[in-house]
């Protein structure tokens, strides 16, 4: 059987562990075989009663480390850098304590391992976490790692500049929190498929609620983080915001939109125009009767006239979309009220109608002052030519101001009608519904354009004999 000594060489060597051992009395020094292998000197080097700190790049932390271990009386320990005999840097974890022996003789002793591996690894993922880090935190668009449950455990500031929260209010909160309801079955089906091991990543155009409560459009790409047992650490989420590009979008579309309704309106209405004029004119040419052909030719000139109003009307159309945006100023609500119903005093007056106007303070609004003037213009008029027999008209104008739009709520008491039957041509070109004869069909078509050329909406309720209720919603900036 192998000596103690034998053995515990051979196991030292198997372990990757370098031995000394040096009595501080009479300056004898012991290194094993492998201690002389991570120094990569040979065999007939003579060891130093300073464990070899010539070697290290910096001596003087072995020396005080042996100073430390006499006076303490402690083990001692650290990782330091050397060079070897062969001119080789390495990590080096050097272990010392001290005993003393029968003769009171203070015996300084450990071990000797090379961790370079292990400290270079080390420092890579330092380095890398230093760069991630880095690389998370000044991001130009969202970033958060989110846990497994959907917390955000980490939020970089491009994400809280985007929901105006600070990392504070946003780290330990569920990112469901912050996700527009109508998004979020969505997104979470994806984040299981994603925990499932189903994809590897997603990306999808979902809605964040901001601070303040409106809503974001983003481009959010999500990827999962696994342990080495591919158990789920974190998601990485990346939000880009898209608003503007939306908003861009959803324009072109309602423009396209636009544009085909129009070019339908062209198509149809100066059709009919031409067909008729034709027809006269074939009448008129085939007519032997002096009587007739007058009344035929009396008819022709109202054609042409009806053809006039129908471009002029058009042209309206065009010079909404071609001029609306450049002509917005900052417009008082109440006070374009006022004027307008100044305008119409007369009518008002007439008709012995009342208008109501509600709000809390006068709300400023960016639009465009003619469409605004025009707008008012349409629907008080409209209020009092369809007013209801038995009774005076009444005219309500609620203003509501949000946090970044105006709803404006006008109200009538007037005939109303049954939307079933017209409230999808309400707003049509030339759509009229109570019979009169100077009706022409313009004016809600006008207020439908100029409100949408403003990036607003409008719609409305109502039912026979109960007046109409339009609701509108416009931007303030």
């Avoid at 790409?221 to 047992?229: A, F, L, T």
Wanted: net charge negative; aromatic share 8%.
């Amino acid at each position: 059987m192998q000596t103690k000594i034998e053995l515990y060489q051979l196991v030292s060597a198997l372990a990757g562990l370098g031995i000394y051992e040096r009595n501080l009395s009479t300056g004898a020094v012991y290194w094993n075989e492998y201690f002389r292998e991570i120094l990569e000197v040979d065999a007939e080097y003579q060891p130093d009663g300073e464990i070899a700190a010539i070697f290290y790049k910096n001596p003087d932390e072995v020396r005080s480390m042996i100073r430390q271990a006499v006076a303490l009386g402690k083990p001692q320990q650290a990782t330091l850098q050397l060079v070897s005999a062969k001119g080789n840097l390495k990590w080096v974890k050097i272990r010392m304590h001290v005993r003393t022996d029968q003769t009171t003789n203070d015996i300084i002793y450990g071990t000797f391992e090379d961790v370079t591996e292990e400290v270079v690894l080390k420092q890579l993922l330092e380095e890398r976490e230093r760069r991630f880090v880095q690389a998370f935190s000044h991001a130009p668009i969202g970033m958060a790692l989110v846990s497994p449950e959907g917390r955000w455990m980490r939020i970089n500031d491009s994400l809280c500049t985007l929901l105006g929260f600070d990392e504070q209010e946003l780290t330990g909160r569920f990112f469901r929190d912050c996700t527009h309801p109508d998004d979020l079955d969505a997104d979470l089906e994806k984040m299981q498929q994603l925990l499932a091991g189903e994809i590897i990543s997603y990306s999808m155009e979902k809605r964040y609620i901001h601070k303040s409560g409106h809503f974001i459009w983003a481009l959010l790409n999500v990827s999962i983080v696994r342990d080495e047992d591919q158990q789920p650490l974190y998601f990485i989420s990346q939000i880009k915001d898209i608003t503007e590009r939306k908003k861009n979008t959803d324009t072109i579309r309602a423009q396209n939109e636009r544009l085909l309704n129009f070019a339908h309106i062209v198509s149809h209405n100066l059709r009919s125009h031409a067909g008729n004029i034709r027809m006269l004119t074939n009448m008129i040419s085939l007519e032997t009767d002096a009587a007739e052909r007058e009344i035929l030719i009396s008819m022709l000139d109202t054609n042409a006239e009806n053809l006039l109003s129908t471009l002029a009307g058009l042209n309206e159309v065009v010079k909404i979309h071609d001029e609306g945006l450049s002509g917005r100023e900052v417009v008082s609500l109440c006070s374009e009220i006022s004027r307008v119903t100044t305008i119409l005093s007369a009518s008002i007056i007439r008709e012995k109608a009342t208008v109501l106007v509600r709000t809390d303070s006068d709300v400023e609004v960016l639009f465009n002052k003619a469409y605004l003037e025009s707008l008012f213009i349409n629907l008080i008029t409209n209020s009092l030519k369809y007013c209801h027999p038995d009774r005076a008209p009444e005219i309500t104008i609620t203003i509501e101001a949000l946090l970044g739009s105006v709803n404006i709520i006008y109200s009538d008491n007037g005939s109303g009608l049954d939307m079933g039957l017209h409230g999808h041509k309400l707003f049509g070109l030339y759509k009229t519904f109570h019979g009169n004869e100077d009706a022409r069909g313009l004016g809600l078509f006008l207020v439908k354009n100029q409100v949408e050329a403003m990036g607003g909406t409008i719609t409305a309720e109502s039912s026979p004999g109960n007046g109409i209720t339009f609701y509108i919603n416009i931007s303030k900036n």
